[in-house]
């Protein structure tokens, strides 16, 4: 098997994931060995100070397919993102929070879009999005509130018609995800908005699944993330406007 003949690369992003990777990985491992397909997992370390590193290193010791990738300093959840993209081998590449809230038996959905033609498909969780989204355990009422006052900027100014996207379960065709990867600029929360954003610009087909999502109340997203979000937004639409994309 050739080094571009992987069907599927998980990217799992992790800072200080210790309580929750491990279980994370098992399943993970559970699901992709009985896929069909042939595939890596991809945990990008960005800059952890627990145990994060020694737990996903043992179980490595039990999935051979499982690769680290180990940087000493953080630099954001974009950045890691991008890092295990660019790094990874798979005809399609998909990027999962450690905390599994989105679980990846949501990938079954995902595949027969891929099948259509579609270049980017990604999970929501509003039913504005997609039929069946839900978030069967909810974030905090001010964070609903502050996500959905944010959407309302985030389509005015970047991503017209999609609902939700901060949903960390999105997946790329491999020529897709080096279009978009090649041009990222943003390191932390706000990257999402720009990859969705470049692949509009870029003319990809995006597809939508429903997610079921569980939240977990250790999330390391803040409320003023949210607004960091948005300054984010704005730099994508003047990137946007000024060329810098170089599309």
């Keep these: 098997m050739s080094q571009?003949?992987?069907?599927?690369?998980?990217?799992?992003?992790?800072?200080?994931?210790?309580e929750r990777i491990g279980k994370?990985?098992?399943?993970?491992?559970?699901?992709?060995?009985?896929?069909?397909?042939?595939?890596?997992?991809?945990?990008?370390?960005?800059?952890?100070t627990d145990r994060t590193r020694d737990?996903?290193?043992?179980?490595?010791?039990?999935?051979?397919?499982?690769?680290?990738?180990?940087?000493?300093v953080n630099r954001g959840k974009g950045f890691t993102v991008k890092e295990g993209i660019v790094a990874a081998r798979g005809q399609m590449r998909l990027f999962t929070d450690a905390d599994n809230s989105t679980d990846i038996a949501h990938f079954d959905k995902m595949k027969p879009l891929f099948e259509q033609g579609f270049d980017v498909v990604i999970a929501s969780r509003n039913d504005l999005d997609v039929d069946g989204a839900e978030q069967a355990v909810s974030q905090a009422w001010y964070k609903r509130a502050i996500g959905r006052l944010?959407?309302?900027?985030?389509?005015?100014?970047?991503?017209?018609?999609?609902?939700?996207?901060?949903?960390?379960f999105k997946a790329f065709r491999a020529e897709a995800a080096e279009r978009i990867f090649s041009r990222v600029t943003i390191e932390r929360w706000g990257f999402?908005?720009?990859?969705?954003?470049?692949?509009?610009?870029?003319?990809?087909?995006?597809?939508?699944?429903?997610?079921?999502?569980?939240n977990d109340e250790r999330s390391h997203v803040r409320a003023t993330d949210y607004f960091n979000v948005l300054a984010d937004t704005f730099r994508v639409r003047r990137n946007l406007m000024t060329g810098k994309y170089a599309l």
């Design 150 to 168: 944010g959407n309302r900027i985030v389509q005015r100014l970047a991503v017209p018609g999609i609902w939700d996207t901060q949903c960390g």
């Design 55 to 72: 737990i996903v290193e043992q179980q490595a010791k039990a999935i051979p397919a499982l690769k680290i990738i180990d940087r000493a």
């Design 24 to 48: 994370t990985l098992t399943r993970l491992h559970d699901y992709l060995a009985h896929s069909g397909l042939s595939w890596e997992i991809l945990v990008v370390l960005d800059g952890s």
């Design 192 to 214: 999402d908005i720009e990859v969705l954003a470049l692949a509009r610009a870029l003319d990809l087909r995006i597809g939508i699944i429903p997610a079921r999502w569980i």
């Design 4 to 18: 571009r003949e992987i069907d599927l690369s998980v990217i799992v992003p992790a800072y200080n994931e210790a």
